[in-house]
């Protein structure tokens, strides 16, 4: 009995440990730096000549030139190095623009630039109006994703290799995790910065991109949104941002990535300016990395495993001491066996039918709940991987007390019941047979039904 029982502590002590070991992986700000990397993007110029609004004729072509630059971020397994990054559609784009205008203010010269490469530039030194790029200090980046318009301002690229001293960064959706008010830092290249760097007896300036040269402005969610348009969910901030800054990931105080800049937008009127800026929530990116089947990590919020893992050893320690004491009672008799669980009242006449998508014409009984989802080791009805609008852990419909309720589980692209209404995250709705609700769009949608009946 006694090896019984050293065993029995030893494994609870391992149990504890082994908690103590898990958990969200935080960061400091300044740890999170490590995560953020500046991309250039070097384009072919072709310059035409316009006369009346229609091309007359090409005048130059220019290889090898810096056509932009702009911030990106890590994702992968927090903390390790990694080799994919996220940034905005628009500084992986090809772009056309104005050089001259005539007397009436007409454009008489334009550029066309088309993207030849991507790099990732890794110190001060990768790049100066003197000398250009220097490949050596740099990582060729090839686009392997760019939402198309007007979708989310996003686009991910996957470098050579995994890039040096710089780390993936955690996800966490805001959707139900933050509010406005809350803290946010913008972690960035903006190109404002670069006015330092000047050097005007030898007109030559460089492009900062080293990780002690990185700009962190702190700021405040100010609203949570969707963009009409995009049909994206997007965030507002005040954090300090300008041209460069596109793809900054926005972090929480924890370091994990809400939301990613993408514009910023001046209002006058009375006398007064107003800079609007605009960033696309983390849970949009979440759904773009789910398509590509690239892994990433998700933040979880509160105060984490390492407070379980300290109730672990405690409980460990006690239940020891109970095992311990109940080696020293003699053997009890028997007592009355436990009482079976009583089912729900009604839970066996209710069923979820699915009326369209990947389980359209099946039915389920509710019994407690039925969770919906991609993730296999997480849900009961599970999506095909790749399932358009569907998140890993997407909503349960659960039975309690004879009554049906439907939670979002603060899923990307949102839970809907019949005529639009989108559920706020992880407040339950309650449900009646004959009610209708869908996972994205209308084209995977359920009904409630009795046991025998069948709603169309």
């Given at each position: 009995?006694?090896?019984?029982?050293?065993?029995?502590?030893?494994?609870?002590?391992?149990?504890?440990?082994?908690?103590?070991?898990?958990?969200?992986?935080?960061?400091?700000?300044?740890?999170?730096?490590?995560?953020?990397?500046?991309?250039?993007?070097?384009?072919?110029?072709?310059?035409?000549?316009?006369?009346?609004?229609q091309?007359?004729?090409?005048?130059a072509?220019?290889?090898?030139?810096?056509?932009?630059?702009g911030?990106?971020?890590?994702?992968?397994?927090?903390?390790?190095?990694?080799?994919?990054?996220?940034?905005?559609?628009?500084?992986?784009?090809?772009?056309?623009?104005i050089?001259?205008v005539?007397?009436?203010?007409?454009?008489?010269?334009?550029?066309?630039?088309?993207?030849?490469?991507?790099?990732?530039?890794?110190?001060?030194?990768?790049?100066?109006?003197?000398?250009?790029?220097?490949t050596?200090?740099?990582?060729?980046?090839?686009?392997v994703?760019?939402?198309?318009?007007?979708?989310?301002?996003?686009?991910?690229?996957?470098?050579?290799?995994?890039?040096?001293?710089?780390?993936?960064?955690?996800?966490?959706?805001?959707?139900?995790?933050?509010?406005?008010?809350?803290?946010?830092?913008?972690?960035?290249?903006?190109?404002?910065?670069?006015?330092?760097?000047?050097?005007?007896?030898k007109?030559?300036?460089?492009?900062?991109?080293?990780?002690?040269?990185?700009?962190v402005?702190?700021?405040?969610?100010t609203l949570?949104?969707?963009?009409?348009?995009s049909?994206?969910?997007?965030?507002?901030?005040?954090?300090?941002?300008n041209?460069?800054?596109?793809?900054?990931?926005?972090?929480?105080?924890?370091?994990?990535?809400?939301?990613v800049?993408?514009?910023?937008?001046l209002s006058?009127?009375?006398?007064?300016?107003?800079?609007?800026?605009?960033?696309?929530?983390?849970?949009?990116?979440?759904?773009?990395?789910?398509?590509?089947?690239?892994s990433?990590?998700?933040?979880?919020?509160?105060?984490?495993?390492a407070?379980?893992?300290?109730?672990?050893?405690?409980?460990?320690v006690?239940?020891?001491?109970?095992?311990?004491?109940?080696?020293?009672?003699?053997?009890?008799?028997?007592?009355?066996?436990?009482?079976?669980?009583?089912?729900?009242?009604?839970?066996?006449?209710?069923?979820?039918?699915?009326?369209?998508?990947?389980?359209?014409?099946r039915?389920?009984a509710?019994?407690?709940?039925?969770?919906?989802?991609?993730?296999?080791?997480?849900?009961?009805?599970?999506?095909p991987?790749?399932?358009?609008?569907?998140?890993?852990?997407?909503?349960?419909?659960?039975l309690?007390?004879?009554q049906?309720?439907?939670?979002?589980l603060?899923?990307?692209?949102g839970?809907?019941?019949?005529?639009?209404?989108k559920?706020?995250?992880n407040?339950?709705?309650?449900?009646?047979?004959?009610?209708?609700?869908?996972?994205?769009?209308?084209?995977?949608?359920?009904?409630?039904?009795?046991?025998?009946?069948?709603?169309?």
């Amino acid at each position: 009995m006694k090896r019984r029982t050293l065993a029995l502590l030893a494994g609870l002590i391992l149990l504890a440990g082994t908690l103590s070991g898990c958990g969200s992986r935080r960061f400091t700000v300044e740890q999170a730096q490590r995560g953020v990397v500046r991309v250039a993007q070097m384009v072919r110029m072709d310059i035409y000549a316009v006369e009346d609004g229609q091309i007359t004729g090409q005048i130059a072509s220019r290889e090898g030139i810096l056509g932009g630059t702009g911030t990106a971020f890590g994702v992968g397994k927090a903390g390790q190095p990694t080799d994919t990054f996220v940034t905005n559609r628009h500084v992986v784009s090809d772009h056309v623009g104005i050089l001259e205008v005539d007397a009436e203010g007409n454009p008489s010269v334009v550029y066309q630039n088309t993207v030849t490469a991507m790099y990732i530039l890794l110190d001060d030194y990768s790049y100066n109006s003197s000398t250009g790029l220097d490949t050596s200090r740099a990582v060729p980046c090839t686009i392997v994703y760019a939402a198309e318009e007007p979708g989310p301002d996003l686009a991910v690229l996957k470098a050579a290799e995994p890039v040096k001293d710089r780390i993936a960064l955690s996800l966490l959706d805001p959707a139900g995790n933050v509010r406005p008010g809350d803290t946010i830092y913008a972690l960035g290249f903006p190109g404002s910065s670069d006015d330092i760097t000047f050097d005007p007896e030898k007109q030559v300036d460089k492009l900062l991109a080293g990780i002690e040269s990185m700009t962190v402005t702190k700021g405040s969610v100010t609203l949570l949104s969707r963009d009409v348009e995009s049909g994206t969910d997007i965030m507002q901030h005040d954090a300090q941002t300008n041209s460069g800054n596109s793809g900054s990931p926005l972090i929480t105080e924890d370091g994990a990535v809400v939301a990613v800049h993408y514009a910023s937008h001046l209002s006058t009127g009375n006398r007064t300016e107003t800079v609007s800026k605009y960033s696309v929530q983390a849970g949009e990116l979440m759904a773009i990395l789910d398509g590509l089947k690239i892994s990433y990590d998700v933040f979880s919020p509160g105060p984490g495993l390492a407070l379980i893992a300290g109730g672990a050893v405690a409980l460990a320690v006690a239940a020891a001491a109970a095992i311990v004491a109940l080696a020293r009672r003699k053997k009890a008799a028997p007592g009355p066996a436990a009482p079976a669980a009583v089912p729900a009242p009604g839970g066996a006449e209710l069923r979820i039918q699915g009326q369209s998508g990947a389980f359209a014409g099946r039915r389920f009984a509710i019994g407690g709940q039925v969770r919906i989802g991609r993730d296999p080791g997480g849900n009961d009805l599970v999506y095909p991987d790749g399932t358009p609008g569907i998140s890993g852990r997407h909503c349960v419909v659960a039975l309690s007390d004879g009554q049906v309720t439907l939670t979002d589980l603060g899923s990307s692209y949102g839970t809907f019941l019949a005529g639009g209404q989108k559920l706020a995250p992880n407040q339950p709705v309650t449900l009646r047979v004959g009610d209708r609700f869908y996972l994205g769009s209308e084209k995977e949608g359920f009904v409630i039904t009795g046991k025998g009946g069948s709603l169309t």
